[in-house]
């Protein structure tokens, strides 16, 4: 067969198999489609059919078919990052700067530290979880922040199904969500930080700077129609400056949307791309993702890491939030449902972590315990969280604010 006939079958198999698998089964309660996908992705790669049945798999995944796959999935996320930079409120952020800094600090603190520990435990166990050219603190501070990530795109899909994405609470959550973002981004920056093309950085910086400067007062005067255009030229734009200069390319995709206004976008027209991106393009992502997957250290040991990662996640997140209520005078039952819908991981740790399999610091092995535990911890979500939000919301005080909340108490 031709290699434009092998690429259509592969996306077939993309396409059909995880759908159907998660319309006959009815799990869409427990397994939101796009964590079907990822499974999927893990399934039809290297590691279980492909051990399986190596014909197959050498015969539909051949190198040039995969290379296509790959350019689509480069792209797919890039514009999945881009939109998530995009929503970031900083300015309502602001305006809530204490309640917020202080529960995304302990959100994303907690399980970090949690999550470096539980790394370190694994290389004292085995030198096989470092990537080739990955140094200790690298590995460390990555898984670490593995464990702290929250998905935000797929925390707004969560908000979305719960009814509350709108709602003060769901405003909330985001919120804090937001602000967690912007360091996932900025420690990732830290670990990539590349001394032999520091003067490339250096330049990056500068120039990202002076050309957000001129975007940003350009882009409110453009017709819709064209701000959407000229906002993907932007995103290609900055995507090939952040990787050209050795940091990565998804830092310049969040970074070309953290400084661009959602308000200059249409929301309904925002909510359909995002939602016909996932659709349409996202599940490539996730079964290139599944084809990095590796088990050389022994099935055993790769589940044993990612429950351990798991403890540290959702344990991490919970306590976190568990503290902040404390501080915040939340009312009973707030900081766990918070927690654990913060702690979604799926789409923006899997991303984290495919650079960091990229960039070699951390192995597939490593890779695929952090695969297996953002599965885990986003099954979770829905299922915990959702008998939680229905004793809140009986409470009227509910949808306030805490400050105000607490005034009226």
Same mark, same amino acid.
């Given at each position: 067969? +031709?290699?434009?006939? !092998? ?44 051990? #399986? ?11 040039? !078919? ?6 689509? &999935? ?12 995009? %929503? ?50 690298? !590995? ?61 950085? #250096? ?31 932007? $995103? ?10 050795? $940091? ?9 949307? &953290? ?31 599944? $084809? ?12 044993? #890491? ?50 960091? $399999?990229?960039?070699?610091?951390? +192995?597939? %092995? +490593?890779?695929? &315990? ?6 885990? +911890? ?6 915990? &969280? ?14 306030? %604010?805490?400050? %105000? ?5």
């Amino acid at each position: 067969m +031709s290699t434009t006939e !092998v690429f259509l079958i592969a996306l077939l198999i993309i396409f059909s198999i995880p759908y159907l698998v998660w319309r006959i089964a009815r799990i869409d309660y427990y397994v939101p489609l796009v964590v079907m996908q990822i499974i999927g992705g893990v399934v039809l790669g290297p590691g279980v059919i492909g051990a #399986a049945f190596p014909d197959y798999y050498s015969f539909v995944f051949r190198p040039e !078919v995969v290379a296509a796959l790959n350019g689509i &999935a480069w792209w797919g996320v890039m514009i999945f990052v881009w939109i998530a930079g995009l %929503e970031l409120d900083l300015r309502h952020a602001w305006r809530h700067r204490y309640e917020t800094g202080v529960t995304s600090g302990l959100a994303l603190m907690v399980p970090l530290v949690l999550g470096c520990v539980a790394a370190l435990v694994l290389l004292s166990l085995d030198d096989g979880w470092r990537g080739p050219l990955g140094e200790d603190w690298q !590995v460390v501070l990555g898984i670490g922040m593995a464990c702290a990530v929250t998905a935000l795109p797929i925390l707004v899909l969560f908000l979305e199904k719960l009814a509350i994405l709108r709602e003060p609470l769901g405003q909330r959550i985001l919120r804090y969500a937001s602000l967690d973002d912007i360091a996932i981004w900025g420690v990732l920056a830290l670990i990539l930080l590349d001394w032999d093309r520091i003067g490339r950085q #250096a330049m990056f910086i500068m120039a990202f700077v002076a050309a957000a400067w001129l975007v940003r007062r350009v882009v409110p005067r453009l017709a819709e129609r064209d701000r959407w255009y000229g906002a993907l030229v932007w $995103l290609a734009a900055c995507g090939f400056a952040a990787d050209w200069c050795g $940091l990565h390319f998804m830092v310049g995709a969040f970074l070309a949307g &953290a400084v661009l206004d959602a308000e200059w976008f249409d929301r309904e027209r925002m909510d359909l791309f995002r939602d016909h991106v996932l659709l349409a393009v996202m599940p490539v992502f996730f079964l290139s993702t599944g $084809l990095k997957t590796q088990w050389d250290v022994g099935g055993i040991a790769v589940f044993g #890491a990612a429950a351990l990662l798991l403890i540290a996640s959702v344990g991490g997140k919970l306590l976190g939030l568990w503290c902040a209520g404390r501080v915040l005078k939340w009312r009973k039952g707030e900081a766990t449902l918070i927690g654990w819908l913060l702690q979604t991981k799926a789409l923006i740790m899997i991303i984290f972590a495919n650079i960091l $399999l990229d960039r070699q610091i951390i +192995s597939p %092995e +490593s890779f695929t &315990a952090l695969l297996l535990m953002a599965i885990a +911890s986003t099954m979770l979500s829905i299922p915990l &969280a959702a008998p939680k939000l229905r004793l809140l919301m009986a409470d009227p005080g509910a949808a306030r %604010e805490p400050a %105000e909340a607490n005034r009226h108490r």
